[in-house]
């Protein structure tokens, strides 16, 4: 073997299976590792969490929030992770023993120090906020509203996460936080498709958010906001006492008010509740409200005949009449001499407008015309038929949802000027992506800077792309040290000498 030979021999890069091998395994390393990189990532992923009660009219829930700490401002990684329905009534029943109010809270904060991780319980928000219920309840009496949120406040202490506050929302701010988690959920406020109008039902007040494009001629019902470097003029109003616990008071009280001069065994024939329905109600379970206006002491402590006559069309001319539309200081209004300018575009409708609508299966795709129809023939329904086809539903849901469901149409027609094309652009919604449409999260992502006026500077590329760019700037970078090794390497070493 002469020297020429042995250097051949020496130097592996003269055989190009070798280079080939070695060129495949680093290759799969490369590959691997950026494997890797992506696998992993969820991971290393650092969340954070949030947490809102709402205190409404009917009951309380409390709603566990989660997104990724790396993307706070991207709009849409918040999203649900947890919700708990609190035992028993809302809040504002607690005022003759407001110690209890907090104590209701107890079980599902148990479940939420649970629910988040340990090491995260410390930098958690939590925020109560109290709708209509805890509103009337102040106007009626201060200082056990004061109470009760004190109550609740001393609770939410005791827990380890970072308490932020108690405190009666206003109905502006349930619905412009309505209407921002509906488009935030959505990810309305980032594609070009416009925004969604937000309609929400409560026990004791209901909501209409929407952009409506003309002036807002009352400052009440205005809301600016600055979102993603977008910005929207709301127009909001929030019905204190038209949630539909309470206009069934106003209603059974514009029923009752004829009678109560006249016979002291009130018998009250209602067509909103179904042939067969009888029950002795008392006249303070009406008369309770700030809302009702009507008091009447002689009838403390006494009751009435509630009976079911089922009769929808008289029904609906009942509710009707707890719309006042007789004067408008505006160039239109909804009704009670509220500003409202026309509907426009599509609406999600949640809370009850959900419930009541599923419940009674007419959904939008029903024409308005069908929809009536449909309500028409349940209202006329034996009560004793109803209670055997659905034995495991709450017989107080149960029996008022023939009421329930003409409010929301009448509410919608006559109260907001719906038209039956308005209608087919409304969608009843509960949760969008698995989050529960309400004010909950647009009050959270608010309270905690979430949704910045500007749109967040998004980087050149998405992970994936920026992994493959520098797995394949690396190879390049590989094939480039090999060519230039090969290259620079002949001229000095024997093996120029052999191609010579
Ligand atoms: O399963 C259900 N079927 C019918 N109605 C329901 C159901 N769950 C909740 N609701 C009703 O939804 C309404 C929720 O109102 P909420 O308690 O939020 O009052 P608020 O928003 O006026 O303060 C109440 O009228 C309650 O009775
Ligand atoms: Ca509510």
């Not at 009130?266 to 006249?283: A, R, V």
């Not at 009447?296 to 006042?324: M, R």
């Not at 009560?383 to 055997?388: A, G, I, R, S, Y």
């Not at 009843?428 to 500077?457: C, H, Q, V």
Request: aromatic fraction near 12%; charged fraction near 20%; include cysteine.
């Amino acid at each position: 073997m002469d020297e020429q030979q042995e250097m051949k021999v020496k130097n592996p890069w003269h055989r190009p299976h070798i280079f080939l091998v070695a060129f495949g395994i680093s290759v799969g390393i490369i590959i691997m590792v950026a494997i890797a990189v992506v696998q992993n990532k969820p991971l290393h992923q650092k969340y954070k969490y949030g947490i809102v009660l709402d205190a409404g009219s009917s009951h309380t829930s409390v709603y566990i929030y989660e997104w990724p700490a790396e993307k706070e401002n991207n709009t849409g990684m918040v999203r649900q992770k947890h919700a708990c329905s609190v035992k028993g009534k809302g809040i504002s029943s607690y005022s003759g023993t407001p110690e209890k109010a907090g104590e209701s809270l107890k079980e599902c904060m148990d479940e939420a120090k649970k629910t988040i991780p340990k090491q995260r319980h410390q930098e958690t928000p939590v925020y109560l906020g109290a709708t209509a219920g805890m509103r009337l309840l102040k106007m009626d009496n201060d200082i056990a509203s004061e109470k009760v949120l004190a109550s609740v406040e001393t609770s939410l202490q005791t827990y380890p996460f970072s308490y932020q506050g108690a405190r009666i929302i206003t109905g502006q701010e349930e619905g412009a936080f309505g209407w921002i988690t509906v488009n935030y959920l959505s990810e309305n406020f980032i594609t070009a498709s416009g925004t969604v109008g937000a309609l929400d039902l409560g026990g004791a007040s209901t909501q209409i958010t929407f952009v409506s494009g003309q002036e807002v001629e009352s400052l009440d019902n205005s809301i600016d906001f600055r979102l993603y470097g977008n910005d929207y003029r709301l127009y909001t109003h929030s019905f204190l006492c038209y949630g539909k616990d309470q206009v069934l008071k106003l209603s059974l009280e514009q029923q009752i008010k004829p009678k109560l001069d006249v016979t002291d065994n009130i018998i009250l024939e209602d067509p909103c509740f179904h042939p067969g329905y009888e029950m002795n109600k008392s006249f303070q379970s009406v008369f309770d409200s700030p809302c009702v206006k009507m008091v009447t002491h002689s009838k403390t402590g006494q009751t009435f005949k509630h009976k079911g006559i089922g009769d929808w069309k008289k029904c609906q001319e009942a509710i009707t009449k707890v719309f006042n539309t007789s004067y408008c200081r505006y160039s239109r209004c909804s009704f009670n001499d509220v500003f409202q300018p026309p509907v426009k575009g599509r609406f999600g409708a949640f809370s009850a407008y959900y419930f009541v609508m599923n419940f009674l299966n007419v959904t939008t795709d029903n024409s308005l015309d069908d929809a009536k129809k449909k309500l028409g023939s349940y209202c006329t329904t034996h009560w004793n038929t109803l209670k055997q086809k659905h034995p495991g539903v709450k017989e107080k849901y149960l029996s008022e949802y023939c009421f329930s469901g003409t409010y929301i149409i009448t509410l919608l027609e006559d109260g907001y000027k719906f038209t039956p094309e308005d209608w087919k652009n409304t969608n009843f919604i509960r949760t969008i992506k698995d989050s529960e449409a309400g004010w909950t999260l647009g009050y959270m992502l608010n309270l905690t800077n979430m949704i910045p006026a500007e749109a967040p500077d998004t980087p050149l590329l998405p992970f994936g792309g920026y992994v493959s760019l520098m797995l394949v700037l690396s190879l390049l970078i590989f094939v480039c040290l090999i060519l230039g090794y090969i290259f620079f390497r002949r001229p000095s070493g024997p093996a120029h000498k052999e191609i010579i």
